[in-house]
């Protein structure tokens, strides 16, 4: 089935540590995107990608790091310099009808 | 840039009530999609809508992009229909979306 997949669905991150989110889609979308959403709060978008070999920050991007190496794929690495990474994370991509689809999210903790 | 607020922050319907969600944008928009969030977290896309009318079974929605406003009617509601509803727009390129904090719906029988 075509769609967006999200790996790991939990994941808890150690003091220090740098952490990757996985998201893959086979909708053959050039655009990905990034979001996290805090309890009670709407999406606030952390990268971008329109295109493979090229992303843009969005409005929190501090903390986070992204790449785009293949079209499929748009990992998302939570750094140790995230200093309040406990959050839902969303991934999305758009294809020609600017429509959004979404992965069923990845939920962070610190321990 | 741009303000989504969304009306009202939470609503609670017995099975069978009809209700009508507000979105408020504060720029003109090029974008503007309502999405369903359910208990687990699943975003699902109910309306790309920057303009117009709209309907889809039980839900319909109107932007009324001149006013700075958008409308998600939900007919008949089932408990199915709980969980959290999102406006989000968009005023340049890049589908950058701005998320409202959504309304939280439940249905009761």
């Known amino acids: 089935d075509g769609g967006i997949t999200q790996s790991p669905k939990y994941l808890f991150r150690k003091e220090g540590q740098n952490v990757t989110l996985s998201c893959e889609q086979n909708?053959?979308?050039?655009?990905m995107y990034w979001y996290r959403q805090d309890p009670g709060q709407g999406l606030r978008l952390i990268y971008y990608?329109?295109?493979?070999?090229?992303?843009q920050k969005g409005d929190i991007a501090e903390g986070y790091s992204v790449s785009r190496e293949k079209k499929e794929s748009f990992p998302l690495t939570v750094t140790s310099a995230q200093k309040n990474p406990t959050a839902f994370y969303l991934c999305?991509?758009?294809?020609?009808?600017?429509?959004?689809?979404f992965g069923a999210g990845t939920r962070l903790s610190v321990l | 840039g741009i303000q989504v607020e969304q009306s009202p922050p939470d609503l609670i319907l017995q099975e069978g009530a009809n209700s009508t969600l507000r979105c408020n944008f504060s720029?003109?928009?090029?974008?503007l999609q309502w999405f369903h969030q359910n208990p687990w977290g699943q975003l699902i896309n109910l309306f790309y809508?920057?303009?117009g009318t709209k309907q889809n079974g039980r839900l319909s929605a109107t932007t009324v992009a001149t006013e700075r406003y958008s409308l998600l009617y939900i007919s008949s509601s089932q408990t199915t229909d709980s969980g959290v509803y999102f406006c989000?727009?968009?005023?340049?390129?890049?589908?950058?979306?701005?998320f409202g904090t959504g309304t939280q719906l439940k249905v009761e029988l």
């Open positions: 999305a991509s758009v294809g020609q009808v600017d429509i959004q689809y």
């Open positions: 989000a727009a968009d005023t340049g390129g890049g589908n950058k979306l701005t």
């Open positions: 990608s329109q295109i493979v070999n090229d992303f």
């Open positions: 809508i920057p303009s």
């Open positions: 909708l053959n979308h050039d655009a």
């Open positions: 720029d003109s928009v090029n974008n």
